[in-house]
């Protein structure tokens, strides 16, 4: 066993977290410890106690031995919402069974680091997560002794039960939590070693799984508090335009509806955090008794919009010096591309630069160059934005979908003014993250909105806002050059990559470090279109141009893929070029071993199409093969073999689960989905016109395999989405005979004549 | 506002609202069943899929004024206890990640064995291709769906 100093800081593992007090009431009472059993029969008729003792922030003992132990993180699917307590309950020495999991509210005293995003829950959480449980179980074992009167040093404990070694004195947790609360909070306590973990490391149902299939409530959008209105926003049809004036006479008199009026989300002079993004601070808000009656209103409301001119001044500029004739600051994806190809890669900056790569260039026997693209995407979380917020007095209560609700809380502060005290925010489970809800804008405007109207406000997205609303994963583009030498040897290698209005450039990822002359130059372009993070923040986009490009080195250079890597890999381990490589290369050639024999790749199959990609990223390495083929123009994904290496799986199943949707998310979007600009205009807005994968398109097979290495886990939630499409990329070629560049795919296999592998 | 008589779950209910409401919202707002959920409105994603009269429906493009007299089933009244045989085979698979469209999966699975209850690979498909998973359980789905049409043949 190892031991870790407790010292988080002896308050946050005293101070209780106050759930149910200043909770919201939704429509059911979920936070008052309903047992399973009352919510329509587990299979184990869980009994609540009659009394609760709380250990610490993490978890109480009920007197029956029921544990509740409390979720920090944001839930968006990503199930640390089971996960995260396994690691609790593995130190706390309890039986799965008998533990109710419940999601913490925001409490800085007691969690750090209450946030999604980044696949760093489990990560970060890991040696918080353990020694809550351990010390918890500390506290049972002293206070067992205390009562037995022996030394705790003759107490072993499984299941929840504590046994006295020597006499058949037993005690489980239920009957000794009471006394337990008094014990000290120790110093150091012994984290269990990991070939005795019992829990962490086995599959386990998500906590969730009863209430999401039976339709309990659970999401944001769900609800309900009485005297609650519902508001909703109008917001300019184009980035680059703002609010002029309106017309709202006839709509307030419409059925249901209670006010419209304009809020400023962000003014000019408040203190914002970096998760205060808005594509349009200044809307307009319908507040109405029920959704279909606001949403008729919003139809019928008259609004009138101008140029916002500090937004459209500087692409008006840009767009002059690209020689476009009526330029208006807003902008069309058609002027994108060009800019991207003509003027971005013009300004680009040196960001790495090992030995002489001009020189290689200049004496290489053949130089391949090869550009690659992809669109902005929407995010497109099935649950649409929303929040509920309650401003009262000095208080707020806000209660919904939020990655980042420490954030938020400072926002709060910061816009209302109100002390942190006093402001309540608790999660709800998301329909969906990846990176939207990392900027809490609807948050505040829910409660600038509930503190104009003195009410309770449920601040609902419809899908077109939701989608038009800003925050995309930006356009990027880059161009790959790699110098071989006359015996095909890689001697040079050029990544010059930008994109709008950032640069998707890793400089220091794979292959620096195994090309003796590397250049990596880096440029952007200003836009007034909003981004924000995307599941895999530049990774999603230059994961896919990397491999595919490494795919067409390897064909040229008369190597297979993989064996192309693993030299490359091999190199970088032992003898890397420069000193800031990361990556393990080790690890990095462990994923792509792993897949090539799960796969059968080197048996290969004539009649399979096949692509292969690895990459590593949010600390996790992930390698996949995809099979495929093509009927007529329709991409047909047979099957997709993964490797994974995040160190300790927590819970394998559900981590399966993370990797097949990773997967399938980075295949349909790569294959699919893009957000199109016409002067400024989002020519996306429902799921009628955004192309997002569905049933019929799926892999039909995705087939998970982790690497079993003990290392402390790292997370899921991004890895396996950008390396899967440069796979998919190099099967298309495979199934094809050509090369796709230009994301989404779809674009080019619906017009080009591509050539049937039989 | 009129009033309306719908049969939902099995109880005979009635609401006063306007006729061209959909039947998502009433059950949503007016009658506080939040188990149908919103995601596009416009029929595209399949989450605030219903049964009408048997027939898995989308309930954001059903105006009241039809769905009234009518019997309706939604999630919360697909079975007793949560224990559907779609359900027990969600559970078994682990299926749902972020859960948000799982009700209306589930919704279109139940009306699709409901009428072919052995159904191919490509007609599961075909049936369930109008219901979005944006977080990609489709593989998941399907063999639940496999895993709940055996069980309702055995």
Redesign the interface.
């Known amino acids: 066993m190892s031991k870790v100093k407790t010292g988080i800081g002896r308050r946050s593992f005293i101070k209780s977290v106050s759930v149910a007090s200043g909770g919201l009431i939704i429509?059911f009472n979920w936070m008052a410890c309903k047992g399973p059993a009352e919510e329509?029969?587990e299979e184990l008729a869980m009994q609540m106690p009659d009394e609760w003792f709380e250990l610490n922030g993490y978890l109480k003992i009920g007197d029956n031995g029921i544990v509740t132990i409390y979720s920090p993180n944001p839930e968006?699917?990503?199930?640390v919402k089971t996960s995260m307590p396994m690691i609790v309950a593995e130190e706390l020495d309890v039986d799965w069974n008998n533990v109710v999991v419940e999601q913490a509210p925001l409490n800085t005293e007691v969690f750090t680091r209450q946030l999604a995003g980044g696949s760093q829950s489990i990560r970060q959480g890991w040696q918080s997560l353990r020694t809550a449980g351990a010390t918890a179980r500390q506290m049972l074992l002293t206070a067992a002794a205390n009562k037995w009167e022996v030394p705790v040093s003759e107490l072993s404990v499984e299941n929840g039960v504590i046994k006295h070694t020597g006499s058949d004195k037993t005690i489980g947790y239920g009957e000794i939590a009471k006394a337990a609360v008094d014990v000290e909070i120790p110093e150091e306590v012994e984290l269990k070693e990991n070939d005795s973990f019992k829990i962490i490391g086995t599959?386990r149902?998500?906590v969730?799984?009863?209430k999401?299939?039976?339709?309990?409530?659970?999401?944001g959008?769900?609800t309900?508090k009485d005297g609650m209105l519902?508001a909703m926003v109008v917001q300019p049809p184009a980035f680059g335009m703002e609010f002029k004036s309106m017309d709202s006479d006839k709509v307030k008199e419409m059925?249901g509806i209670t006010d419209v009026f304009t809020i400023d989300t962000y003014p000019e002079d408040m203190e914002k955090e970096w998760s205060d993004v808005a594509a349009f601070s200044k809307l307009v808000v319908l507040v109405g008794e029920?959704?279909?009656?606001v949403?008729?209103a919003k139809k019928e409301l008259k609004v009138e919009w101008d140029l916002n001119p500090e937004l459209t001044k500087q692409m008006e500029i840009l767009e002059k010096s690209a020689g476009m004739e009526d330029a208006s600051g807003l902008e069309s994806s058609s002027i994108h591309a060009s800019l991207m190809a003509d003027v971005g890669s013009k300004k680009s900056e040196v960001v790495r630069k090992d030995g002489d790569p001009e020189k290689a260039f200049k004496n290489a026997a053949k130089v391949i160059e090869r550009s690659y693209t992809c669109p902005f995407l929407a995010h497109?979380?099935?649950?649409?934005m929303n929040f509920f917020a309650d401003v009262s007095g000095e208080k707020a209560e806000l209660y919904g979908p939020i990655q980042t609700p420490e954030y938020a809380e400072k926002s709060i502060n910061k816009r209302l003014g109100l002390d942190l005290e006093n402001i309540d925010i608790q999660m709800t489970?998301?329909?969906?993250?990846?990176g939207r809800r990392l900027y809490g804008h609807f948050l505040v405007e829910a409660a600038v909105i509930s503190q104009k109207m003195g009410k309770p406000i449920k601040l609902v997205y419809?899908?077109e806002d939701d989608m038009t609303n800003g925050v995309y994963r930006p356009a990027y583009h880059i161009t790959y050059r790699a110098a071989l030498d006359g015996s095909n040897n890689l001697t040079g290698f050029h990544v010059n990559s930008g994109g709008i209005p950032e640069s998707p450039l890793f400089a220091n990822r794979f292959p620096a470090g195994a090309v003796d002359n590397y250049l990596a130059e880096s440029w952007t372009l200003n836009s007034n279109i909003s981004v924000g993070a995307f599941r895999a923040p530049r990774s999603n986009f230059i994961a896919g141009a990397e491999q595919s490009f490494l795919d067409e080195l390897a064909e040229e250079i008369g190597k297979d893929p993989i064996q192309f890597r693993l030299d490359m890999l091999k190199r970088a381990k032992k003898d890397p070029v420069g000193e800031e490589n990361d990556y393990d290369a080790a690890r990095y050639a462990g994923v792509l071993e792993l897949v090539r024999e799960k796969s059968g790749w080197e048996n290969g199959s004539s009649s399979v199409s096949r692509g292969v990609s690895a990459y590593y990223c949010h600390n996790s390495y992930v390698a996949q093969i995809l099979d495929m083929s093509v009927e007529g123009n329709k991409p047909i994904i047979d099957k997709v073999t993964c490797a994974v290496d995040c160190g300790i799986v927590v819970n394998p199943?559900?981590a399966k689960?993370?990797v097949?949707?990773?997967?399938?998310?980075g295949i349909?979007h790569a294959l699919y989905s893009e957000m199109t600009f016409k002067e400024g205009k989002p020519q996306q807005s429902?799921?009628?016109n955004y192309r997002?994968?569905?049933?019929?398109e799926?892999?039909?097979?995705?087939d998970v395999h982790f690497v079993d290495n003990g290392i402390d886990p790292t997370g899921l939630g991004e890895p396996p989405f950008p390396p899967v499409q440069g796979a998919l990329a190099n099967a298309l070629y495979k199934a094809t005979g050509k090369r796709f560049y230009n994301q989404p795919f779809i674009n080019q296999l619906q017009t080009v004549d591509t050539k049937l592998k039989t | 506002?009129a009033e309306f008589s719908i049969t939902i779950n099995g109880k005979n209910l009635s609401v006063d609202?306007?006729p061209?409401?959909?039947l998502l919202?009433v059950l949503?707002?007016?009658l506080?069943?939040?188990?149908?959920?919103?995601?596009?409105?416009?029929a595209?994603?399949g989450?605030c899929t219903v049964h009408f009269n048997g027939s898995a429906v989308r309930s954001c493009q059903l105006p009241i004024s039809s769905a009234a007299d009518n019997e309706i089933t939604?999630?919360?009244g697909?079975?007793?206890?949560?224990?559907h045989p779609v359900?027990k085979a969600?559970?078994e698979h682990?299926?749902?990640?972020?859960?948000?469209?799982?009700?209306g999966q589930?919704m279109s699975a139940s009306a699709l064995l409901k009428r072919t209850p052995n159904p191919s690979?490509e007609e599961?498909?075909?049936a369930?291709?109008g219901?979005?998973?944006?977080?990609?359980?489709?593989?998941?789905?399907?063999a639940a769906i496999k895993t709940a049409s055996d069980s309702q043949i055995a």
């Open positions: 429509g329509g029969g968006i699917g990503q199930n599959s149902k998500n969730d799984a009863k999401i299939v039976t339709g309990q409530p659970l999401y959008l769900d309900h519902i059925p029920s959704t279909w009656q949403m008729q497109n979380c099935m649950e649409p489970r998301m329909g969906g993250g990846f419809t899908r199943d559900a689960n993370m097949e949707g990773g997967t399938i998310d349909g429902n799921f009628d997002l994968i569905r049933h019929k799926a892999p039909k097979i995705v | 506002m609202v306007d061209t409401t959909p919202w949503r707002d007016h506080k069943m939040v188990g149908t959920k919103y995601g596009c409105g416009i595209q994603c989450a939604t999630i919360e697909l079975s007793e206890n949560g224990d359900q969600w559970l682990d299926v749902p990640q972020c859960g948000y469209c799982q009700a589930i690979d599961i498909e075909n369930m291709n219901n979005i998973c944006r977080c990609g359980t489709y593989t998941r789905i399907k």
